[in-house]
């Protein structure tokens, strides 16, 4: 019976090691599968038509009046009534009496002169009578001699003249200051400030009000050199009259109250210099009648608001307007060719905004522009194609006498050791000769060896170099994506 345990007992315990291997074989979880890749993507293409393009130029500045002025009496007195718009914020129209000062002594004045006027003219017409009575008297005692001023009492009569002719100014200067003792508004506008109230004793240099006129609104516009070329505005030259041009539109808008509201207005003139300080030229737009309700609900332009310019440039023809986000490296677009490979394309931009850039040159007529962002796209790299209404875009067949064309594979995508080799060829011909030669040789031998397990460490590797040295690598590549840093393998 010993003998026999000795013998059952191994053997039980080696059945039940083979039975929970088994167990374990079994049992085991589904191993992942990597996830398939297609390298071929879908994009959509735009046929390029050249078109006209018309150059806004955005600019601020601050809104002021065309004419401001200060209102100063030009005689003394008691100020005894103030109109009732004589106030900060009220309108007035031009000839409006806008205060009125005591008179009093400027009736006086004025009655004085009228006494001095007269008594000056009977003594001139007594001197003029006693002049032709003398001459009539010299002609008949003294016929054919020529008489002495004197005699004929010349000097009386101009002296008689004289008087007249400054008791006239003397009335006029009277009725004038009587007349300024009632202030009026040089033109139509609007009160900004007033300094002086009823019983108040004011003389001349005293500031009474500050106002200023409606007629006009003007913003002074900076702009840079670049936006002042496009700018469709005739230089003003010594001797022109530049009043009879008119400039180009300008659109001003602010925001009030969480609305925006727009005004439309022209660029008057440009400064006579260039700012030292910021080298910006300036010009001037001018809007018609800003406190005027011009339009249903809108607020006037009040002078000292911040507003935002948008004034019409230039026109430029048979440009190409592309979408700024298709601009890669300050330098080039994507294009697709006839047979659907993408392709580089430096051009050469006339203007750019955030949203837009205008091409002038390196493209032409018909080329199809990629409008999908393709993440480390090659030059030679195939496309699936579709236009903007979803219709796909066949490749053009080569003609039969066109030379070979060397172009990557066109793999059909899916995950394993075809899908990997061929990844691993287009990471080597997109670094090219920049790829160190001991990477290249890591990833040629994993490929030609078959064993991928050795691709992780050694595209962490070619992550590092990728990143340090700003090469681009296409999907499937490092980071495995724009920008990411995901698997890839």
């Known amino acids: 019976m010993k003998r026999l345990l000795q013998i059952l007992v191994p053997v039980l315990f080696l059945a039940a090691g083979v039975g929970i291997y088994l167990w374990l074989i079994h049992s085991a979880p589904e191993p992942r599968?990597?996830?398939?890749?297609?390298?071929?993507?879908?994009?959509?293409?735009r046929k390029l038509v050249p078109e006209p393009y018309t150059i806004t130029l955005e600019?601020?500045?601050?809104?002021?009046?065309?004419?401001?002025?200060?209102?100063?009496?030009?005689?003394?007195?008691?100020?005894?009534?103030?109109?009732p718009n004589f106030r900060e914020g009220e309108f007035f129209e031009e000839g409006d009496v806008l205060l009125e000062i005591d008179?009093?002594?400027?009736?006086?004045?004025?009655?004085?002169?009228?006494?001095?006027?007269?008594?000056?003219?009977?003594r001139e017409f007594e001197e003029l009578a006693r002049y032709e009575?003398?001459?009539?008297?010299?002609?008949?005692?003294?016929?054919?001699?020529?008489?002495?001023?004197?005699?004929l009492r010349e000097p009386q009569l101009r002296q008689a003249r004289a008087s007249t002719a400054s008791a006239k100014a003397r009335l006029t200067t009277a009725k004038r200051n009587l007349?300024?003792?009632?202030?009026?508004?040089?033109?139509?506008?609007?009160?900004?400030?007033?300094?002086v109230d009823v019983g108040q004793y004011?003389?001349?240099?005293?500031?009474?009000?500050r106002v200023y006129a409606v007629d006009f609104a003007e913003v002074r516009l900076p702009l840079t050199a670049t936006q002042f070329s496009f700018l469709d505005l005739a230089s003003a030259y010594r001797g022109e009259n530049s009043s009879s041009r008119e400039g180009p539109t300008v659109i001003l808008s602010s925001t009030i109250g969480g609305n925006t509201y727009r005004w439309r207005g022209r660029i008057d003139r440009s400064e006579g210099s260039v700012d030292v300080a910021t080298r910006q030229f300036y010009v001037v737009a001018q809007v018609r009648n800003p406190y005027g309700l011009t339009e249903a609900g809108r607020p006037p332009l009040k002078v000292g608001s911040f507003v935002q310019a948008e004034i019409v440039g230039k026109t430029l023809e048979d440009v190409y307007v592309i979408p700024r986000v298709l601009l890669r490296e300050n330098d080039y677009v994507l294009l697709i060719d006839s047979d659907n490979y993408l392709a580089r394309k430096s051009v050469e931009l006339a203007w750019e905004t955030d949203e837009v850039i205008v091409v002038t040159s390196g493209l032409d007529p018909g080329d199809k522009l990629c409008l999908t962002e393709v993440p480390f796209a090659l030059e030679g790299w195939p496309v699936n194609v579709t236009d903007e209404t979803g219709v796909e875009i066949a490749a053009t067949p080569p003609e039969e006498d066109a030379p070979a064309r060397a172009r990557p594979p066109r793999p059909s995508g899916g995950g394993g050791a075809g899908g990997i080799g061929d990844r691993i060829d287009g990471i080597i011909a997109a670094a090219g000769d920049k790829l160190p030669e001991e990477l290249k040789v890591k990833l040629v031998g994993i490929k030609e060896s078959g064993d991928f397990s050795k691709m992780r460490p050694v595209m962490g590797e070619l992550r590092e170099w990728a990143e340090a040295n700003g090469v681009e690598l296409p999907a499937g590549g490092p980071g495995g994506g724009r920008g990411g840093r995901g698997g890839g393998f």
């Open 33 to 45: 599968q990597r996830p398939s890749f297609n390298t071929t993507p879908d994009v959509v293409a």
């Open 59 to 83: 600019s601020q500045g601050t809104v002021r009046a065309r004419t401001t002025s200060t209102l100063i009496p030009e005689v003394r007195g008691r100020i005894m009534r103030i109109a």
């Open 103 to 122: 008179d009093s002594d400027y009736q006086t004045e004025l009655i004085v002169a009228d006494a001095a006027l007269a008594q000056a003219e009977l």
């Open 133 to 151: 009575q003398a001459k009539l008297d010299w002609d008949r005692l003294n016929p054919g001699q020529e008489a002495n001023p004197l005699t």
């Open 179 to 195: 007349e300024r003792t009632k202030i009026k508004a040089p033109y139509a506008g609007r009160i900004l400030s007033k300094n």
């Open 202 to 209: 004011i003389s001349p240099g005293n500031q009474l009000a």
